[in-house]
């Protein structure tokens, strides 16, 4: 439950977007952190929704040091785009899935603290990505919320993004649940596209081949026809009718 103050003295209450702390404890943490979250936003960027990362998740208002700042968060029926902030009385929903790239040294922090608070909060799926492998077996831990308990998730499907999640090295591999097909990180992305120039340089030059192989027939058989109206002419010149020859 939020509290609600009088807005004379709510607008007087500074709300920080930053403490000073790093991004991540690690350029492992960092770099999932970064990949995950460009990934979910270019799945979701149709759609009436946003993902941030790192950023101040402000839950009680007039509170401003009852705060948490998520890894990676996707909010959904909010207007897409970024924010310094996010205060659930202002926007209106609370986050559909959190991630948290969590270590040993921030394990009762994220398996405690923040799981019981997102819980109360009414987060539907909670996520621990363990990319060093220091305290979650299998790297990889999901809670969905039941009634207003978390339960454990067992197939690794994520029900409000419609994705598989897998481990893949110290990454979360993300999948399409109707058609299979993997999201791609920015470095496939850049391959991908790479690939698709390239394919479509050989395409553009295989027609410009096309294209002068048929233009070079055409003026063969243009000349040819020359020749065969030069060859009639000379007969004619010879009183020899060219089309009673055989």
Known sequence: MTA???????????????????????????YVLLTTLEVLKQYLANRQATVLANQFLYYAQGFPKLRVAPDVMVIFDVAPGGRDNYKIWEEGQVPTVIFEMTSFGTKGQDEIFKKTLYEQLGVK???LFDPKGEWVEQRLRGYRLRGEIYEPIQDGRSEPLQLRLVVEERLIGFYREDTGEKLLIPGELAEALGQEVLARQQ??????????RAEQERQRAEQAQLQIEQLKARLR???????TIE
């Open 4 to 30: 609600t103050l009088p807005v004379n003295v709510e607008s007087e209450i500074f709300y920080p977007s930053a403490d000073g702390q790093p991004v991540a404890e690690t350029y492992d943490h960092l």
């Open 125 to 127: 799926e909670y996520w």
């Open 203 to 212: 395409a553009e030059a295989l027609a410009e081949q096309e294209r002068q």
């Open 237 to 243: 010149s010879l009183n020899v009718d060219p089309d």
